[in-house]
């Protein structure tokens, strides 16, 4: 039962994170990918803060180690700052679908990363899994890019979500120096994300853009609402569940269930986006998550 409970998590997963990416790309079309990106931090502060004052007692785990705090407030720096500038704007430029299925390169620059700096191990099928995936999804950019109306600006959005792969992998390589012993990954998950928040918010204010944002989300209480949603189902209630479920089942299963995003954002993209993609669309975003599974279960 728990390993059912564990596998229904892991789907809730990454439909939470669908749906996040649809909202975000939504209201970053209203009010700026930076703007949405900021703001989605602090409601993601919030929501996590209050997670960890009902299920640990405190609003923030200020009894963990400096070490934690190093390597996880790193993390959020890279995955969630970095990492995020780049997915926010790939959403607005290429659209959630493309930006997603980019975004499933993480676990495979995870992997390497892991590879170079934690002596961590590669076999054979993990490394046929890689090329998988890297096929897959170039079997999709390609037939998008005969189809975009504009190249350049195809080409960025593609560009971005590669950076933002690269820094959510990176940001997990961090983070799993942050663990070890018995620490909650709510707890770690909160260092992330404020860190992250605050870093943002300060360089919004050495940008003297803080007078300017928060004018915008007076002026499009709509954006607002999409970005508290976005906030809810992605950093919120799509990590939780991730969690919930690498703690059930195997993380190898976890992680591939946790990252269909891509063939949930088919449809969604189809009917909510009106995008029109043909069938090359649909068997490379397959033959990519075939690709990702591989690389977790072989």
């Known amino acids: 039962m728990e390993a059912y409970l564990g596998e229904l998590a892991a789907l809730a997963t990454s439909l939470s994170f669908s749906f996040g990416s649809t909202v975000f790309t939504a209201a970053g079309r209203r009010i700026g990918s930076l703007v949405v990106n900021r703001t989605r931090l602090v409601i993601a502060v919030i929501f996590l803060a209050s997670t960890h004052w009902f299920t640990l007692g405190t609003l923030i785990p200020l009894n963990a180690a400096p070490e934690r705090w190093l390597w996880f407030g790193l993390s959020g720096a890279i995955g969630l700052v970095l990492g995020d500038i780049f997915l926010f704007q790939s959403f607005v430029l290429v659209g959630p679908r493309i930006a997603m299925l980019m975004m499933s390169l993480a676990p495979i620059f995870a992997a390497l990363e892991a590879w170079v700096f934690l002596g961590e191990t590669l076999s054979g099928g993990q490394v046929f899994g ?45 983070a799993k120096k942050g663990f070890g012993g018995d620490f909650s990954p709510i707890s770690a998950n909160l260092i992330r994300v404020l860190v992250a928040t605050i870093l943002l918010w300060i360089i919004t204010f050495f940008q003297g853009q803080i007078k300017s944002t928060l004018q915008t989300l007076r002026e499009n209480p709509r954006g ?25 089942v195997e993380v190898g299963v976890a992680s591939t269930l946790t990252s269909l995003s891509p063939i ?32 977790f279960l072989v």
């Open 130 to 174: 890689i090329l998988i995936t890297v096929a897959g999804i170039a079997w999709v950019l390609m037939e998008g890019s005969g189809k975009s109306g504009d190249a350049r600006v195809y080409g960025r959005g593609i560009l971005l979500g590669l950076g933002a792969a690269i820094g959510q992998a990176t940001g997990l390589v961090l």
């Open 224 to 248: 607002f609402l999409l970005t508290t949603a976005g906030a809810f189902s992605g950093p919120f209630l799509g990590v939780t569940l991730s969690l919930f479920a690498i703690q059930r």
């Open 264 to 295: 949930f954002l088919l449809p969604i993209s189809y009917f909510i986006f009106k995008e029109r993609f043909g069938w090359g669309a649909i068997i490379g975003t397959l033959l990519a998550m075939a690709g990702v599974a591989m690389l």
